[in-house]
């Protein structure tokens, strides 16, 4: 059963001002999330806006929003076959456990100026 959904859309031009303080970046992007992102080169801040994005729309598909999360413990990555997937740790699962959520579906675009993601929890 679906227990929340959420969508959210970010722009890249933000993103990409953001990769200019190596803080910023720290502050809201899992080490995994950022290692992963370099290897992409040029669409590196696509990358990157995509999995903020994919925080926010987690917040909205909670129905709380983001209060109390750390935002570098939503860690977005991509699985062998290039999959999104969103993986939660410390403060960003116990809301997560709190509805009783066991799944997460993922999706990420990007198109020119947006990146956008989807987000659906569901429970048994």
């Not at 991509?78 to 999706?107: M, W, Y």
Request: glycine share 8%.
């Amino acid at each position: 059963m679906i227990v929340g959904f959420g969508i959210d859309a970010v722009d890249i031009r933000r993103i990409r001002r953001w990769m200019e303080d190596e803080g910023l970046l720290a502050r809201f992007f899992h080490p995994q999330e950022l290692e992963e992102t370099k290897s992409r080169g040029l669409t590196a801040a696509y990358s990157l806006a995509a999995r903020f994005a994919a925080k926010e729309a987690y917040g909205k598909a909670l129905g709380t929003g983001l209060k109390g999360i750390t935002l570098k413990n939503i860690v977005v990555t991509n699985n062998p076959n290039g999959k999104p997937e969103l993986t939660l740790v410390g403060d960003a699962a116990v809301p997560f456990q709190r509805i009783g959520a066991c799944r997460i579906h993922l999706s990420l675009t990007h198109e020119n100026t947006t990146a956008i993601a989807a987000v659906i929890l569901e429970s048994e």
